[in-house]
């Protein structure tokens, strides 16, 4: 023993004192599903980097949000694989292409039981896959993404999504759409801001699972992963512009950076637990390296433990079941 022999932090270690002693809890509410839906499938299409994750077909995604809203999630996020794409993503507009299709399948079968977010970004329906449109010299063009923006945001609300995930990283993005929105009649409908989104290796499952044309990376719109501050200007900037959530991307690799945004937050944090962190969890697991459900609830808990009030992770429909099932 130390020179106090009164101080014992283990009494609260104690089988009857762990529960009530805990900082953080996890709940069902926090949690939301990201989900792929795949033009033209007639069933559910495996994604091999991704074990247990699927490309929906219309009919799979509607039972799939019926089991998340009886989980009692926070919400589903949906993404869309479209069979045809273009340089402009124009199938990210069309009210009959394959993300707004979804958006009202799932709100005419979950309604607000769930909230209902789609991704607002034009990399799934771009030919080149890029997240924003390109000018006459192939860079990745700000303001005419914007447009494109605007007009992916309308049809989406119009679709019925609640709240819109802004995840392309053009600047002014928020406040963009914020204004085609309020124009339009939408000012009911929420924006996530992928405030601090960092050109990551860890989405490399993902670029699988939406069929990615993308050739080079997005080093010049996504954030360096050597920086901290920036993902805390980032954050500021798009609560500024009127973000009712700001999100950090990838969360396990920058804890750091969702602690700082979540210190100086006036809106929700959120973190995506992404493609890559699922991934690797998945392999250690199958190799019986480390104890999957011990590991996955440790990976989303600190997550939530560094300042994210609900989590985006491929697990949340099995988290929810667990966490039912701990009680
Ligand atoms: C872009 C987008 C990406 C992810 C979500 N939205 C990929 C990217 O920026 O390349 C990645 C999510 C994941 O890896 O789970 N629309």
Redesign the pocket.
């Known amino acids: 023993m130390t020179g106090f022999p009164h101080v014992r932090p283990r009494r609260l270690r104690t089988p009857a004192m762990r529960r009530v002693a805990a900082e953080h809890h996890l709940a069902p509410s926090q949690l939301v599903l990201?989900l792929f839906v795949r033009e033209g499938a007639t069933e559910p299409v495996p994604i091999s980097s991704?074990p247990g994750q699927v490309q929906h077909s219309r009919s799979s995604l509607r039972e799939i949000v019926a089991r998340a809203a009886d989980a009692g999630l926070g919400g589903v996020m949906l993404?869309g694989v479209p069979s045809t794409r273009d340089a402009t993503g124009s199938g990210a507009c069309d009210p009959a292409g394959v993300l707004n299709q979804a958006i009202g399948d799932v709100v005419d079968v979950v309604g607000d039981r769930l909230a209902v977010m789609a991704?607002l970004?034009?990399?799934?329906f771009t030919d080149h896959g890029h997240?924003g449109v390109l000018d006459d010299r192939g860079r990745v063009d700000n303001d005419a993404s914007l447009a494109q923006y605007r007009a992916m945001a309308l049809a989406q609300a119009d679709a019925g999504a609640h709240l819109l995930?802004l995840?392309?990283?053009m600047d002014g993005q928020v406040a963009a759409v914020r204004d085609a929105l309020d124009g339009a009649g939408h000012q009911g409908v929420a924006l996530l801001a992928?405030a601090a989104?960092y050109?990551?290796a860890?989405?490399?499952?993902?670029?699988e699972?939406?069929e990615?044309t993308?050739v080079g990376d997005?080093r010049t719109y996504?954030l360096d992963p050597a920086n901290r501050r920036e993902g805390v200007r980032e954050a500021r900037l798009d609560v500024a512009e009127g973000a009712d959530v700001v999100m950090v991307?990838?969360a396990m690799s920058y804890l750091d950076v969702l602690s700082d945004v979540a210190a100086g937050s006036e809106v929700p944090v959120w973190a995506?637990?992404?493609?890559?962190?699922?991934a690797m969890v998945e392999a250690a697991a199958a190799n019986g390296w480390v104890d999957r459900r011990r590991t996955i609830q440790e990976s989303v808990l600190g997550i939530r433990r560094a300042g994210a009030d609900a989590v985006?992770t491929?697990w949340a429909l099995e988290l929810a079941g667990w966490l039912r099932e701990d009680y």
Do not use: N, T
């Not at 970004?121 to 799934?124: A, I, P, R, V």
């Not at 995506?272 to 699922?278: A, L, N, R």
């Open positions: 990201p991704m993404f991704d970004c034009l990399d799934e997240c995930g995840s392309g990283m992928y989104k050109a990551s860890f989405y490399g499952p993902f670029r699972a939406v990615s993308l997005r996504q991307k990838p995506y637990q992404v493609s890559g962190e699922y985006l491929y």
